[in-house]
DNA sequence: GCCAACGTTGGC
DNA sequence: GCCAACGTTGGC
């Protein structure tokens, strides 16, 4: 299983929203990115991500799934866009700040903290169990 | 609110 | 196919 990380300016979408989403879950569309794109095609069902809050808060908040793998992006007809669809699995029990990921060693090579604009990025297994340890809550 | 970094577009 | 111009993102 893989590990990604979705990055979101809480104002337009947010934890809470994605949350309200349930178990059926959401597109996360409006990438429109190669990078992101592809990363998002590379997705398998069940794979485990990140969920990132941009702009003033800068944090991982959360746990998502991805819950159908890369189809069309409804909100285009330019078929260039394709999307994966995630669902909440849990919050972090504490937010992991970007500072925090800044601050520790093991973590300077995050895709987050070197190209910081990519919206849609994979995590390492070793970041991964890192993050969730940092923020107290069950990586599985 | 600014600006650096980066990706995309379009003219040549 | 190159590269200048432009738009967008996101940290500060």
Redesign the pocket.
Known sequence: MAYWLF?S?PSVWGWPDQVAKGDAGEEWDGVR???ARNFMRDMKLGDRGFFYH??KE?AVVGIVEVCAEAHQDSTTKDDRWDCVDIKAVRPLTTPVT?DDIKADEALSNMVLVK?????VQPVTDAEWMRICAMGDTDPN
């Open positions: 990055k300016e990115n190669y990078q941009s702009q800068k970007l190209n910081s604009r990519l919206s």
